[in-house]
T-cell receptor, first 114, second 111 residues
């Protein structure tokens, strides 16, 4: 299957700072990318859908000004957690879809806010 | 989106077949059944998907009932590396690639 990478795999940041997570589709052009958040022992929760060149669509209850998503190219989407707080600590996972209905997931980024 | 219901957990013996059930009684005619699994601290991995017919690939088989209200994922020879959370998802074509994850089944393969 297709390969999706995330960087960094782990990040620790101080409360009040911002952190950027990158999601790349390595061998295909991703017209759509999705960002999920997962708390321990819980399921994945969709945060937003981003389409290349347009604004992201956020799920209900997700603050768009706190979780900034940029999908500037067909192979890269970024999620920036602004003014992070300890409650933002979570496992963030991206996925990418191409022209077919397949969706490929990244390995995830574990964010810890101290 | 059609909702799915899965048992929260199940154990199976290494080397034996693992049969994972999923109920999706409100599924519509054009909605696909997808299965993903997530090994601890990794991103989900695609397993298989189907619409009406049974499907098989190198990882698993998917059996969909004739009325499409339920399905079973079969891992023919479970190994310890198959220990993971398995998610059954109904995908709505109108929603594009959007997938809504439920609680999944936590499968523990025991030696």
């Amino acid at each position: 299957g297709a390969v999706v990478s995330q960087h960094p795999s782990r990040v620790i940041c101080k409360s009040g700072t911002s952190v950027k997570i990158e999601c790349r589709s390595l061998d295909f052009q991703a017209t759509t990318m999705f960002w999920y958040r997962q708390f321990p022992k819980k399921s994945l929760m969709l945060m937003a859908t981003s389409n290349e060149g347009s604004k992201a669509t956020y799920e209900q209850g997700v603050e768009k000004d706190k979780f900034l998503i940029n999908h500037a190219s067909l192979t890269l989407s970024t999620l920036t957690v602004t003014s992070a707080h300890p409650e933002d600590s979570s496992f963030y996972i991206c996925s990418a879809g191409g022209d077919s209905y397949e969706q490929y997931f990244g390995p995830g980024t574990r964010l810890t806010v101290t | 989106d059609a909702k799915t219901t899965q048992p929260p957990s199940m154990d199976c013996a290494e080397g034996r077949a693992a049969n994972l059930p999923c109920n999706h009684s409100t599924i519509s005619g054009n909605e696909y059944v997808y299965w993903y699994r997530q090994i601890h601290s990794q991103g989900p991995q695609y397993i298989i998907h189907g619409l009406k017919n049974n499907e098989t690939n190198e990882m698993a088989s998917l059996i969909i009932t004739e009325d499409r209200k339920s399905s079973t994922l079969i891992l023919p020879h479970a190994t310890l590396r198959d220990t993971a959370v398995y998610y059954c998802i109904v995908r709505v074509p109108a929603a594009g690639n959007k997938l809504t994850f439920g609680g999944g089944t936590r499968v523990l393969v025991k030696p």
